[in-house]
């Protein structure tokens, strides 16, 4: 496919420019500006009046969550860890000490009492991804909060209000690109799948340890950036490791970069290792249930620019929800999962060990791990390889899946219609949102908002919402709170301003998210 930066020189350093996000950003896109139309500007041009993430607004949505009374005390530790990667002992960063922290679960109406101790060097916060959450609880400094100093400690403390799959992850730099994230299930105590089984499956690529680290790749992708949303600082020609630049590489070659289907593209090498639950192919954690019995998987995308696409061999999947939310109920071979979206899917045990296979979505690299019936013995070699015959049976597209009739947004007029551009800077590792909407996606509360995204670009962005999930009225008003828009197209969103405050909404390509491509919504009294 057409290539979306500059060709990289393995021996020398990649000169893709000095120019930082946040150039580009503020100086030549009013990206982020905190401007808003005529109409919403005040008389003779005096500034709106922003609802903050510590304003009453913001206690009255918390308290109209209706809390049930429960408390799910939760102490997580930030700190270095050197883990085991099937037997290969890597220093990273960590909750706990693994590759992946532990799954938190809950009720509807519970509330969270987390704990965050920064036992790093450096500030870190902790985002919790597709929860409806108070705004000062967000987790996205320095929008919502200030960031949790080293040796500092920070409670965050919110109403869990709908049920579903989600996870929590660092929304500090590259954090989340080692093994600063893990699940957080939501129960519905009204639960109606049939499941016999509960079983989470976080997919991960690796890369820290390997032989770099995730800032080392984006300073190799552009020298300007140190970090930080659009960061800024002198980059110098310098020598990059092997392994830094077979990373980078693939991040601007866009090997993922494709429209449905996204098969038979170039290969990359990529990242070194993937894993489910922090094990990689030759460790895998075995699910093992009972034959005939009905398993729930909850597949978590927490990969920093990998998509996946995920079958279990012997078995078809009926996938159940999507980014937590029901849909009617759809079978399947297997299914994409883009970087940060979440399936919920069933899977029918039949006796046998039987490969689950993450197949990164065109290169090579995989993760895997084996669902095993209780009447079956364990597969002598657990790494059984990428290639299963369910990977190239039927695929079902994003596009195709409706929503349950008990998570569609009711239908009325749209009081907001906004468009925005997403685009590279020229030849540079730099990315954005334009058009004269870019820097003005404000509203108030009670209003429909609708956002029309056009990608001009050659790779194709999971483009996520904080605080708000949204309809996407191209596939029957299908709910989720991010959805993948393809190279040359565009797709709008939906959405009810019902939680206010100030909130991100970005690309969850962590290296385009670092390089640019974000902006806020904000509310307006």
């Known amino acids: 496919m057409t290539r979306s930066g500059p060709t990289l020189d393995r021996r020398g350093f990649l000169r893709i420019g000095s120019l930082g996000a946040g150039a580009v950003g503020l100086g030549i896109l009013g990206l982020g500006a905190a401007s808003c139309s005529s109409a919403d500007a005040g008389d003779a ?18 308290q109209a969550r209706g809390w049930n009374g429960k408390e799910v005390p939760v102490a997580l530790a930030a700190g270095v860890a050197t883990v085991d990667l099937g037997g290969r002992l890597v220093d990273t960063w960590s909750y706990g000490g693994r590759a992946v922290a532990p799954e938190l679960r809950a009720s509807v109406r519970d509330k969270m009492l987390v704990s965050v101790r920064n036992e790093l060097a450096v500030d870190t916060t902790l985002h919790w991804h597709g929860i409806r959450i108070r705004n000062d609880m967000d987790g996205a400094a320095p929008v919502t909060q200030d960031p949790i100093a080293p040796a500092g400690e920070f409670v965050y403390d919110f109403v869990v209000p709908d049920p579903g799959t989600h996870w929590y992850h660092s929304h500090s730099g590259l954090q989340a690109d080692r093994g600063l994230f893990g699940a957080l299930v939501v129960e519905d105590p009204d639960d109606r799948s049939g499941a016999d089984v509960d079983v989470v499956l976080v997919l991960d690529d690796w890369i820290d340890g390997l032989g770099t680290t ?9 020298p300007a950036m140190t970090g930080g949303h659009g960061g800024h600082g002198g980059g110098t020609g310098v020598e990059h490791s092997a392994e830094q630049m077979s990373v980078a590489e693939t991040l601007v070659s866009g090997g993922h970069g494709s429209s449905v289907p996204l098969g038979g593209m170039t290969q990359h090498i990529g990242y070194p290792m993937h894993l489910i639950n922090g094990r990689p192919p030759n460790d895998p954690e075995v699910v093992t249930a009972a034959p005939g019995s009905r398993v729930r998987l909850r597949i978590v995308n927490a990969a ?13 999947l009926t996938v159940i929800a999507a980014d937590g939310f029901d849909v009617t109920p759809t079978t399947t071979d297997t299914l994409i999962i883009g970087m940060a979206q979440r399936y919920d899917v069933l899977v029918t045990v039949k006796s046998g060990a039987w490969p689950v296979v993450a197949k990164v979505e065109g290169r090579d690299g995989h993760a895997s791990t084996v ?6 013995v364990p597969l002598p070699n657990p790494d059984v390889g990428p290639v299963i015959p369910e990977l190239d049976g039927r695929l079902l597209a994003e596009s195709a899946l409706r929503p349950a009739e008990s998570v569609k947004l009711d239908p009325r007029p749209v009081d907001r219609d906004y468009r925005v551009e ?3 800077a020229g030849d540079r590792y730099v990315w954005g949102m334009a058009g004269p909407d870019a820097g003005k996606l404000v509203m108030r509360q009670g209003e429909r908002v609708r956002i029309t995204m056009a990608n001009t670009t050659t790779m194709w962005h999971p483009m996520h919402t904080h605080g708000h999930t949204f309809a996407v009225p191209d596939y029957g ?5 991010t959805v993948n828009v393809l190279p040359g197209t565009e797709l709008a969103i939906e959405f009810d301003a019902d939680n206010p405050g ?3 909404f970005h690309c969850h390509n962590a290296y385009h998210f670092e390089a640019g491509m974000t902006a806020n919504l904000r509310y307006i009294r």
Request: no cysteine; charged share 25%; glycine share 6%.
């Open 304 to 316: 920093a620019e990998t998509p996946y696409r995920f079958a279990v061999a012997g078995h078809e």
């Open 214 to 222: 995730p800032e080392a790749v984006l300073a190799a992708l552009n």
């Open 502 to 504: 100030e909130w991100m």
């Open 45 to 62: 041009g005096t500034p709106p009046d922003f609802i903050a993430p510590t304003d009453p607004e913001v206690a009255a949505a918390e």
């Open 477 to 481: 008003g299908l709910r989720r709170d």
């Open 422 to 424: 997403l685009i590279q």
């Open 371 to 376: 669902l095993r019936s209780t009447d079956a």
